[in-house]
Nanobody, 121 residues
Framework: QVQLVESGGGLVQAGGSLRLSCAASGSFVSINAMGWYRQAPGKQRELVATISSGGNTNYADSLKGTFTISRENGENTVYLQMDSLKPEDTAVYYC???????????????WGQGTQVTVSS
């Protein structure tokens, strides 16, 4: 089994900051890309940012410069630093990871349970 557990969500005022964490645990041999997605009420889940095992990052165009993704490979953990938060950033934030469970298998995508971020005006 592979588990992804997010933490760090909560309520913050507009202009404030939050840092989300997502730790992968369980039985696997490697993780390549990890990422963050979000889903606001009534909307589809959308990309926030991804990061490769080598540290290459990709961001949603609207979030470049305000959100920063990073990872700690030795800890199998990915972070999302969110600054200058706006009410429209309110959503459930999900992390995912492409995980190779055994040497003879391919990578598969796993998702966390999500953490709520609410930005008040």
């Amino acid at each position: 089994q592979v588990q992804l557990v997010e933490s760090g969500g909560g309520l913050v005022q507009a202009g404030g900051s939050l840092r989300l964490s997502c730790a992968a645990s369980g039985s696997f041999v490697s993780i390549n890309a990890m990422g963050w997605y979000r889903q606001a009420p009534g909307k589809q889940r959308e990309l926030v940012a991804t990061i490769s095992s080598g540290g290459n990052t990709n961001y949603a165009d609207s979030l470049k410069g305000t959100f920063t993704i990073s990872r700690e490979n030795g800890e199998n953990t990915v972070y999302l630093q969110m600054d200058s938060l706006k009410p429209e950033d309110t959503a459930v934030y999900y992390c995912n990871a492409n995980v190779k469970r055994y040497y003879f298998t391919t990578y598969a995508t796993y998702w966390g349970q999500g953490t709520q971020v609410t930005v008040s005006s």
